[in-house]
C-alpha cells in the first residue's frame, strides 16, 4: 500500500516531535487499529518512544493517506472503546 503524505500532516508530525519514518512503521504495520465512529477515520495506534501515538488516516483504494497524529494513553483509548466512539478494526 502506498502512503500518501499532505504537506498539513507533515507539518503536524514535525510540530510535535515525530519521526515520519516511524509514524510511516506504524500506519503500514501496527496491529492495533480502530474505526472513529465520530470522525470516520481509521486509526493506527503505536508506541514512539517515549509516548504511545495515535494516527488517523483514510484509505482508498491501494493508498493510505495519514491525516493527523498525536499522543495518547491507553486510558484514553479504553474510555473511547467504552463509549462506543472507537472499534476495533
Known amino acids: 500500500m502506498r502512503i500518501l503524505w499532505t504537506d498539513y500532516m507533515r507539518y503536524r508530525a514535525t510540530l510535535r516531535g515525530f519521526d515520519l519514518e516511524m509514524v510511516e512503521r506504524i500506519v503500514r504495520y501496527s496491529t492495533e487499529r480502530y474505526l472513529d465512529h465520530v470522525t470516520g477515520s481509521h486509526i493506527a495506534v503505536g508506541p514512539h518512544e517515549p509516548v504511545l501515538i ?5 484509505t482508498e483504494n491501494d493508498s493510505m493517506t495519514p ?23
Open 67 to 89: 491525516i493527523t497524529v498525536h499522543a495518547t494513553t491507553r486510558a484514553q483509548i479504553k474510555a473511547r472503546l467504552k463509549s462506543g466512539r472507537f472499534t476495533h478494526e
Open 54 to 58: 495515535m494516527i488517523a488516516y483514510e
